[in-house]
């Protein structure tokens, strides 16, 4: 008699139990899927892909040191530095900025002050942000610098971000060379673009700032991504804008590959694809060209001969019939295999007609000191119908480790209606830079080939542009 009724409440507790339980496992599960899929307040400010800006203005910025002349032949470059001021002019929201380095305050350097005048005035902008109501958002790899902690900043913690933009107002950005170093100010060569009422591609863009920023919230790197960082445009749907009033495409491409979230296109991609679609010439403009990949293997690093770049040059150059040119600086950081690799890559034209593949390298003084006086700091590559502005020089562990963005900008073919676009005026910084008394060819003789053996890329011998007769002014 007593059985059931004892047997009764056990039960319901047993179920309560199990409910319980059940209650327990869901909560953890939505524990786990919202903090993968990470819902923030920050939200896109209501703009989205069918409702922002495709007009846009594009505009080459750059820095040419004082020191480093060059023939005025009516190029129009807006400084660097100008860029960014009328940038911050233009910010009401918010500023993101993603910068591998923070040295625009140097302290160190009361010797030289005009250098880092520009750099100090930079800093002293970004500072007062804060009283116009203007947020500043930072990701960067440095955590333990006194800038960064001035700026009460966030910080990237993860190694080797190497990239470099800004996105103001998720309306108008900037992609290059240059980071938030006085030397991009002063005495580096940098080259970047700024792209103004551009809120189709500023939204793509800060989904990349916002991937940093969720790394920055946790040291692991998710599995699943939250939709906010899947990427809008890529180079099968690229996005179609006009720029300047000239119909164009244009995406943002990333590294590497474990920094690719979905649809996500990656530099190297972005790079074969410009190059692929080259029909006359291509030039390319790096600070380093080593088509070698540092890995860690059981503990120890090992180089690897790293292809994809190296490959796509040769194909473009014997295959096609394009014309390149390499431009690399010669710095007190180029590795002596450079030498080899652009040495092979000019043999492939041996007895070739129609074949050409020019190689320069860009010196300015020996530098004895880490300010890099007159270096040639520009990451970029332009054609016949595309140019590529990234972040990365050509060293193959830079794209397999390092994470960097680049940006593609792909010219629609109607050349009526074409002005002066941005493709003439890179390509033009471009032949400036080829002509100028700082671009200079290896000397390829057997007596020099000696040298080469040296391994000390001091020791290489530069023919001079006097030297070397310049007799092929270009006829592109
Ligand atoms: C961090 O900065 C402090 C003071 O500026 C310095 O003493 C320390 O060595 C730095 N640590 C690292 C890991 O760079
Ligand atoms: C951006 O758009 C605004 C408003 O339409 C306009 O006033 C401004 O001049 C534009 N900026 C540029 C650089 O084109
Ligand atoms: C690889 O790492 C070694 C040692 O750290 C360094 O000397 C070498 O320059 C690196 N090579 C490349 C291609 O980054
Ligand atoms: C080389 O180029 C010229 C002009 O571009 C063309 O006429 C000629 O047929 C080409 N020769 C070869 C071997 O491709
Ligand atoms: C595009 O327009 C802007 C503003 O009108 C101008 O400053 C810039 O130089 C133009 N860019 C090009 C590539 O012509």
């Not at 001035?150 to 933009?165: I, Q, Y």
């Amino acid at each position: 008699m007593a059985g059931p009724t004892t047997q009764e409440p056990l039960k319901t507790q047993q179920k309560c139990i199990a409910i319980f339980a059940l209650l327990c496992c869901f909560a953890v599960l939505m524990v786990l899927i919202f903090s993968s899929v990470n819902i923030w307040g920050d939200d896109e400010d209501g703009i989205t892909e069918e409702n922002c800006d495709r007009d846009c203005h594009i505009e080459l910025v750059e820095n040419i040191p004082g020191d480093l002349s060059f023939p005025m032949d009516g190029t129009p470059h807006l400084p660097l530095s100008v860029g960014f001021h009328t940038l911050l002019d233009q910010a009401k929201r918010s500023v993101e900025v993603v910068s591998p380095v923070w040295a625009l305050n140097s302290w160190e350097l009361e010797t030289m002050p005009s250098a880092v005048k520009q750099g100090q005035l930079l800093f002293q902008r970004l500072l007062s942000l804060k009283s116009r109501g203007v947020k500043l958002k930072i990701a960067s790899s440095l955590t333990n610098s006194t800038e960064l902690k001035t700026l009460a900043a966030h910080t990237f913690t993860r190694g080797g971000l190497h990239s470099s933009f800004w996105i103001v107002d998720r309306k108008h950005i900037y992609i290059g060379s240059a980071d938030m170093d006085w030397r991009s100010f002063s005495k580096r060569k940098e080259l970047g673009v700024v792209v103004y009422n551009c809120s189709c591609l500023a939204l793509d863009l800060h989904r990349v700032f916002s991937f940093y920023w969720q790394l920055h919230e946790r040291d692991y790197i998710p599995s699943i991504w939250s939709k906010r960082v899947t990427a809008l445009y890529g180079r099968h749907d690229a996005l179609e804008l006009q720029l300047n009033a000239t119909q164009a495409t244009a995406y943002v491409s990333t590294s590497p590959e474990l920094f690719c979230s979905k649809d996500r296109t990656r530099d190297v991609d972005a790079i074969y694809q410009v190059i692929q679609s080259a029909k006359t010439f291509i030039f390319i403009s790096v600070t380093d060209y080593l088509p070698l990949v540092n890995r860690s293997f059981r503990g120890t690093s090992v180089t690897r001969y790293w292809s994809p770049i190296d490959e796509m040059i040769r194909e473009a150059v014997v295959l096609r019939g394009i014309k390149v040119r390499l431009l690399i600086s010669f710095w007190k950081k180029t590795h002596p295999l450079t030498f080899n690799f652009v040495t092979s890559l000019k043999s492939l034209c041996m007895q070739l007609l129609n074949c050409s593949l020019e190689v320069r390298f860009f010196s300015h003084k020996e530098q004895k000191d880490d300010i890099q006086h007159g270096l040639n700091h520009n990451k970029y590559m332009v054609t016949d119908n595309a140019v590529y502005i990234g972040n990365h020089d050509w060293v193959g562990s830079d794209f397999a480790i390092n994470a960097g963005v680049g940006l593609v900008v792909k010219m629609k073919n109607n050349l009526q209606d074409r002005g002066a676009t941005i493709l003439d005026h890179v390509k033009a910084a471009f032949e400036r830079d080829w002509r100028s008394r700082y671009a200079k060819s290896l000397q390829g003789n057997k007596d020099q080939q000696g040298k080469y053996r040296n391994l000390q890329p001091a020791t290489i011998h530069m023919e001079t542009k006097e030297d070397n007769e310049w007799n092929n002014p270009s006829s592109l």
